[in-house]
C-alpha cells in the first residue's frame, strides 16, 4: 500500500498566527521532507444566536491565505504551498486568478489551489450566510456560478488575449498577467455532497475534503472515482484538538495515514494548526513524527 504524501497547516489561526510562526513551521516543514504546506479561508465567524457552529470551527480570527502562503513560499525552496481552501467566489475571477498567478510566479510553480463556494458546515445549507453577505456575492451564486468562476479563472491564465462571456462574469478581450508557470493552475474542489463531489469529478483536477468519519470519506472518494475523477484526492485530518505529546501525536498521525491510504488519498493534510501548540511545540511534533517516517531531511 503506497502511504500518501503527507503536508501540514501553518499557523494562520489566532493565537498563534504571525510572520515568525509561519516561518518556523514551514522552514521545518521542508527540512523534515514533508510535501507541502497549506492555509484556508475563513472570512469571518458569525456571532448570532443561531450560530451553532456544527463543523468545530475555531473562533479565532483566520490569516488571509494567499499571503500567508505567500510568506511561507518566499522562505522556503521546494516544498509545495497550498490553499485548503480558498472560498473562490468572493473575490471576481480575474482578481483571484492574478494573485494565484502570481503566487505560483513567486514560489516557482509549487502552488497548488483548493477551491471551494463556500463552507463552513457540515449540514445544509451547507454555508455561511453572514459570509456572502459581508462579501457582497449573492448565495445563488454557488453551483452554476461557481462553475462559470472556475472557467473564467482559467481562461485569464491562457494565452492572450483573453476572453470570457459568460451569465455571472464577463472579461472583454485584454491582456491579463501575470501567467502561471505552467499552462494552469492546479485546482483541487473541495465537496461534500455526492452531487457537487461528481461536478468535481469532472471540471476539477482534483478533489479535497476532510476526513470527520472515514466512512463518509471512504464513500467520498469512491464517488469521486466513479464519476471519472482521475486527479488528485487531497484529504485533511485532524489528529486532535488539544495538545499532544510527540509520541501521541506520531501515533494518531500514523493512524490516520493508514486510513488515508486505504481510502486512496494522494495527500494527506495535517491540520497542525488546530493543536492547542505554540509553533516551537508544532515543530517538536513534526520532528517527533518524520524520525517515525524516516524521511529524507533537506539542510537549509
Not at 182 to 201: D, K, V
Amino acid at each position: 500500500m503506497n502511504l500518501p504524501r503527507i503536508g501540514v497547516s501553518l499557523p494562520y489561526i489566532d493565537p498563534y498566527a504571525g510572520p515568525d510562526a509561519v516561518v518556523m513551521v514551514a522552514q521545518a516543514t521542508e527540512r523534515l521532507g514533508f510535501h507541502a504546506v497549506s492555509a484556508s479561508d475563513r472570512l469571518l465567524i458569525p456571532t448570532g444566536e443561531h450560530w451553532n457552529n456544527d463543523a468545530g470551527l475555531p473562533e479565532s480570527h483566520a490569516w488571509d491565505s494567499l499571503e500567508m502562503l505567500t510568506w511561507a513560499a518566499a522562505h522556503t525552496r521546494r516544498i509545495r504551498v497550498t490553499t485548503d481552501i480558498v472560498n473562490s467566489i468572493f473575490q471576481p475571477p480575474i482578481i483571484l486568478a492574478r494573485r494565484l498567478a502570481t503566487l505560483d510566479r513567486l514560489s516557482g510553480g509549487r502552488l497548488d489551489v483548493g477551491v471551494g463556494q463556500g463552507g463552513g458546515t457540515r449540514v445544509p445549507p451547507f454555508y455561511i450566510p453572514e459570509e456572502f453577505t459581508a462579501a457582497g456575492v449573492p448565495v445563488g451564486r454557488r453551483g452554476a456560478g461557481f462553475v462559470e468562476h472556475i472557467a473564467a479563472m482559467r481562461a485569464c491564465w491562457a494565452p492572450d488575449p483573453v476572453e470570457f462571456r459568460g451569465e455571472h462574469y464577463q472579461i472583454p478581450p485584454s491582456m491579463v498577467g501575470p501567467k502561471p508557470s505552467g499552462n494552469t493552475i492546479p485546482l483541487f474542489i473541495g465537496a461534500i455532497t455526492r452531487q457537487t463531489i461528481e461536478r468535481a469529478a469532472r471540471i476539477g483536477d482534483g478533489y479535497i475534503t476532510t476526513a470527520v468519519d472515514w466512512d463518509d470519506t471512504h464513500t467520498h472518494v469512491s464517488w469521486y472515482r466513479a464519476a471519472g475523477g482521475t486527479g488528485t484526492v487531497v484529504v485533511n485530518v485532524i489528529p486532535a484538538r488539544h495538545q499532544l505529546s510527540p509520541n501521541a501525536f506520531t501515533d494518531a498521525v500514523l493512524n490516520e495515514l493508514d486510513q488515508a491510504a486505504a481510502v486512496g488519498a494522494d495527500e494527506m493534510h495535517i491540520a497542525l494548526h488546530l493543536l492547542s501548540s505554540a509553533p516551537e511545540q508544532q515543530v517538536e511534533l513534526l520532528e517527533a513524527l518524520a524520525a517515525e517516517l524516516d524521511l529524507p531531511t533537506f539542510p537549509r
